[in-house]
Each structure stands twice: as structure tokens, then as C-alpha cells.
């Protein structure tokens, strides 16, 4: 091109820079105000040049043009706002709105030393406007793939926004590359049976599955089937989540044929046999009613006060989201009309509403404030730019 | 997809009425007006089938490309062209990269080193084997195009209407053909993908592809009696001369679409068949190399 490629709008124009939130494979996010006539707070995330330092253009990796395209997209209140994207100096900065905290950073709070537990009316409106965004996403078409805690911001207003749309995907894109692909897709612990079961052609009821988990974790503040990672193996196939798997099947008993008739054609469905066969422990499930029960008990939920405890729609609605069957599992949209919100107290807009608790702010250090210049952690890459992303270990500050 | 069209960017930002169309594109040649009397190029639809040809040269040496992702990629490059004077690009480069993206975005990516290698063979004299080349461009095309990437076809419409009209295959075959050509006219730019595919349906069933002789290219005329049989049913019902394009008629009648834009639709499309007979590949070529050389756009 004559002249070369300039960009018509400038970060540092519109921008100010104040600290760095976190990092991963893709780059870095950091936290910004406005300057110039653009008003509030922003987290910017800046995808870093496939290799560092590089003064030519590489080529823009598949998962962040899906990203960068995807946020022009959508739009909705319980999805995190795409302000704008700018591509400038051989990078691709995506503008978001800013939220102050996020739900991993939430639980934490409520882990900390005087543990107690989080009001049932927030988890019911975090529930809540987090199956509304979701809807949203599905209605579009739209499978985010990676729902843990720490993708769900939330704002000071207690608004819940669905962010990270790194591995969303739209649903009628050709499915053989849904697999080959990316290899593995959502984090372990909220991962759907049918993923781990080796499922080429899952659905957006892998969301929902996440959804359940993530609902679990905010009752009892630990992840509910926290398993072990199995690495990758020398021929760079996917290997069976042995131990995610039995996590599940300690609570949820072996899923089988009569209750999830496709079960049977999973690809790695004769794993699960063999699962069992050597650990008499899993044909004694613990019973994912138990295990609500034991929690409610455990975390102090008021037993006989309507409204301050979740309740066995609680249980109910949780039982829908955890179904083996992705068939059979709640979509979000019968997620949201379920009487656990329906009856009873409604859903608050405002997930902080009544709380006393203060929450901290997120933590931004002023080590690396220079968006621009700043060097960034080497990662591996093979094959296709970013399409091999394993895993994607998002290393996050730790709180307090 | 029927339900996140109507949210989309495509149809916020990237549908056009036609007056608003020639209005961006004289402000554009306006602007422009120097480098446009010196390098005189094709009528639009003939360069269009020119870049769909390049674009089709380059997808074959890819091993043969999705459809879908040289349509995306020939909607990238049209809107490109709706805000970018074309004389002031190097075309080949702009549909490579174009590409490039277009097969990100539709799930069948290609190595940035092969596009490059294989766009460098086809067209040695306009772009050099450079990765760097072809990334800025990416650039410069994402940022024109606001990042709005997603491009709802008509193929996936088409699908959806195969059993409502009951077609038959070489019916689909010849609506699908129907569709593929779209993307040389201004359609793509103006009508959403359903109203592309009602159309394509409709003229399939009409031209009948056993009656319409040889496979391939389909003719102004046969067309334009299409659209005769499309009028005359509208204003006599009952009376059209095949059962089932008085069936899909009706059901058109029924539903909420706009039988004006189908006939547009036409008409564009016959316009097309007409005008390709002049197409030359020579000339396309040989104007676009004018400029890229005098330019020096190819470094």
C-alpha cells in the first residue's frame, strides 16, 4: 500500500494509561481513563504481536479476529461493552467498558479469614443477569466456551457482565473444526460431560453446564468438581480428563444410556467403564442434593427464612444446569423462567442491593503502565497463529 | 441467524439504499478526482467479476476454498471499495488479504506464509513474497471495516427455504449459482441475505435448470421472462403459468416480504447477465496493471 498503513485514531489520543490488570497468552489488559472528550474508566486488552518486539506485521492470529469481531457484534447490558477497537503500531487494542470487580475476585472475598457466605438475593441476581447475557449469546448464536468466575465481571453497581469472548464461537460455523481446532476448549473445571467425553458436535448447553458450576461455586465458595488437569500427550491429541471426570461422577453418580441415550456413541465412552471399574467409590455417589444440603448447612444459610437461603428451587434449578444430558439440560432461557425466579423474592438489578459487604477494588500495579513499549511474556506457539491455544492459562493477580 | 440479522452490523451499518450508494461513491470520486480521470477502469460489476475470478484463482491454489469463504471475502473487499479509492490500492493485495481474513472468519484458516506464497505466484509483478505486505493491509481493511466482520450469506436462508418451496436439487444447485453471482452486483450492499434467497429460489424454480440449456452462465433473457411469470402472478392470481411459482407466489403474498424487493433483485441480476457479455479479462487486467505500475502500489 502506498504510503503504508496508519491508524486514524491513536491510543494514547483518547487514552491515559493507569496500571496493568492481568495477562495471558493473548497479551495484556490494563486499566485506562479517558482523555480528550472520552469520559470514565476502561480496561484495555492488548493483544500482543505474535512475537516480541516485532517491527512487521505477522498477521492477526484467528481467535483474536473472532474476538474483535464478535465484540463489534454484540451488544448487551449483561455483556461487557466493546467501546471500540483500535489498530494501531502493528497492534489491536480492544476497549472495553470497565468493571470494578469480577466473580472469582468476589468468592475470594469470601473466602478470606472471617469466611462467610454470599447473600442468597446476590447470587440470585448474579444468576440471573449472568443467564440473561447468556441468552443473549445463544439467541445470537453465539457459544462463549470459557464461563468460569473469573471471565464474569461485575460492576460497582452490581451489574453482572459476561466478558472474554476469546473462545466464543459462532454455533453454525462448520463443526469438524470445532474440535481440530482449538484443541480444548473451556477451562477444565467448568467443562460440560459431553466435552470431556470427547464430543465433536456439542452444543451451547456446554454454556449451561458452566453456568451450574459457577452457581455451585458462589453457594459453597470452592469450584464443585475441582479435577486435576491432564496434560497434553506427545501426539498432540487431546487426552481423556480422567480425573475432572471422576470429580463428577463422585457427586453425580455414572451417568448412563437410560438417562443420556447418546451417551453410548461419546468417543470416549469406554473410558468411563474402565473409570469405574477400578474405583469402587464412584458407583457410591455422594448425590448432588447432598452435597446442596451439606453447603446450605455449612455456609449458615438460614434454614427457615424465605429469601435468605436459595432453597430447594435452588437445588432444582442447579440439578437442571448439571444434567448429563445436553439434550435434557436447561436452556437459558428455561434456566430464567424457573421458579427459583419466579417465586418468591425477584431477582434484584443491583447484585450488591442490601449488602453491607465492601468488596476491594481490583488490584492495578503501576509496574508496566507503558502500553506501548512494554515487553511482554514469551509463549510457545506451533501450527496456526493462536489456534493451538492449550488451556490458556490466564495468570491473574491474586487478591489481598 | 434469522434472529441476529436484524441486531447485526451488516444490516446497521453495511446495508445501503441505492441513492445512498451512488451518493458515497461520487463523494468518493470527488475527492479522488485526479487519479480517477488518469486511470480510467472497467464498469464496477465487470471488475467484480474480474477480483471474484482472482479470488477464485486464489481459493483453488488454498485447495479449493469454501465457497462461503470467498463470498465473505468478495464483502470484505466491496465494502472496502465503498470508503477506499480503489486507484489508490493495489487490488491484488487487498483481495489476498482479504481473503486471508475472510478464511479466519469462516473457520477454514490458512497460513499467512502460504496466502503470501501462493498470491506471489499468481501474481508476481503485483505482490511480493511479504508477510509484512499483506498484515498491513489485514489492517487496513479491519479498520475500515470497523472490525464488523460477521457477514450473514444467503447459502444459510437458502437451506432454510429448500423445504418450504420443496425444491429439487439442480433447483438448489442453480439458486446457489444465483447466489454466488450476487456478490458481482451492488445486492449484497443493499438487501438482507433472505430476500437474496427468495430470490435466488424463486428464479430457480422459474428458470428451471433442465429447460435453461447448458449448465453455467445463465441468460439475460431466460431471466427476464422469469420476472414476466413473477409480475403476472402478482397481478393475476390463479392464473400463472406453473402451479409451483404460483404456490411460492402465494406464500410470498402471505408472508411479510416485500415483493418489490424481489423484483429489484431481479432486475439487478438480469442487468448483470447483460452486462457480463461485454466482460473482457484482458482489459480488467490490463487497467489495473496501469495504475498499480505507474504508482508504484506494488511495493
Known sequence: MAGGYTSKKRVYDRYRIIGFISSGTYGRVYKAVGRNGQVGEFAIKKFKPDKEGEVQYTGISQSAIREMALCSELSHPNIVHTVEIILEDKCIFIVFEYAEHDLLQIIHHHTQSNRFAIPAPSIKSILYQLLQGLLYLHRNWVMHRDLKPANIMVTSAGEVKIGDLGLARLVYKPISSLFSGDKVVVTIWYRAPELLLGSKHYTPAVDLWAVGCIFAELLSLRPIFKGEEAKMDSKKLPPFQRNQMQKIIEIMGIPNKEKWPLLSSMPEYAQLGALAANNPRLNKPFGLANWYNQTIANNKYPPNQPGAAPGSEGLNLLQGLLEYDPEKRLNAEQALKHPYFTQGDKPTENCFEGVQTEYPHRRVSNEDNDIRTSSLPGTKRSGLPDDSLIGRPAKRLKEG | ?299
Not at chain 2, 18 to 40: D, H, T
Not at chain 2, 117 to 142: Q, R, T, Y
Not at chain 2, 248 to 257: D, G, R
Open chain 2, 1 to 299: 441467524m434469522a434472529a441476529s440479522y436484524w441486531e447485526s452490523s451488516q444490516r446497521q451499518f453495511w446495508t445501503f439504499s441505492k441513492p445512498k450508494l451512488i451518493a458515497m461513491r461520487s463523494k468518493l470520486e470527488e475527492s479522488e478526482r485526479s487519479v480517477v480521470q488518469q486511470f480510467p477502469l472497467p464498469e464496477r460489476r465487470l471488475l467484480n467479476i474480474y477480483f471474484m475470478q482472482q479470488i477464485q484463482r486464489l481459493g483453488k491454489k488454498l485447495g479449493n476454498l469454501r465457497q462461503q469463504a470467498m463470498a465473505t471475502a468478495q464483502v470484505y473487499v466491496r465494502r472496502y471499495y465503498l470508503t477506499v479509492e480503489l486507484r489508490r490500492t493495489n487490488p491484488y493485495l487487498v483481495l489476498s488479504a482479504a481473503l486471508y481474513i475472510a478464511c479466519k472468519m469462516e473457520e477454514c484458516p490458512q497460513h499467512i506464509r502460504i496466502i503470501v506464497v501462493e498470491a506471489h505466484n499468481l501474481w508476481p509483478d503485483a505482490v511480493m513474497a511479504d508477510i509484512s505486505k499483506l498484515g498491513e493491509c489485514e489492517f487496513a481493511i479491519i479498520a475500515e471495516l470497523s472490525s464488523q466482520l460477521i457477514v450473514h450469506h444467503p447459502y444459510r436462508s437458502l437451506g432454510e427455504l429448500q423445504p418450504t418451496f420443496g425444491l429439487e436439487t439442480e433447483e438448489t444447485t442453480l439458486a446457489w449459482s444465483i447466489i454466488n453471482d450476487h456478490y458481482l452486483t451492488d445486492l449484497p450492499l443493499m438487501y438482507p441475505p433472505f430476500i437474496i434467497a427468495i430470490t435466488a429460489a424463486f428464479l430457480a424454480v422459474v428458470l428451471r435448470p433442465s429447460q435453461s440449456g447448458t449448465q453455467g452462465q445463465i441468460q439475460a433473457a431466460g431471466l427476464a421472462k422469469a420476472l414476466d411469470s413473477v409480475t403476472n402472478a402478482q397481478s393475476s392470481p390463479g392464473s400463472g403459468p406453473n402451479p409451483r411459482v404460483q404456490k411460492m407466489v402465494n406464500w410470498l403474498a402471505e408472508s411479510s416480504v416485500d415483493m418489490e424487493q424481489i423484483v429489484d433483485c431481479t432486475q439487478e441480476l438480469i442487468s448483470l447477465y447483460e452486462v457480463w457479455e461485454q466482460y473482457n479479462e484482458k482489459t480488467c487486467k490490463d487497467q489495473i496493471s496501469r495504475f498499480v505500475k505507474s504508482r508504484s502500489l506494488e511495493k
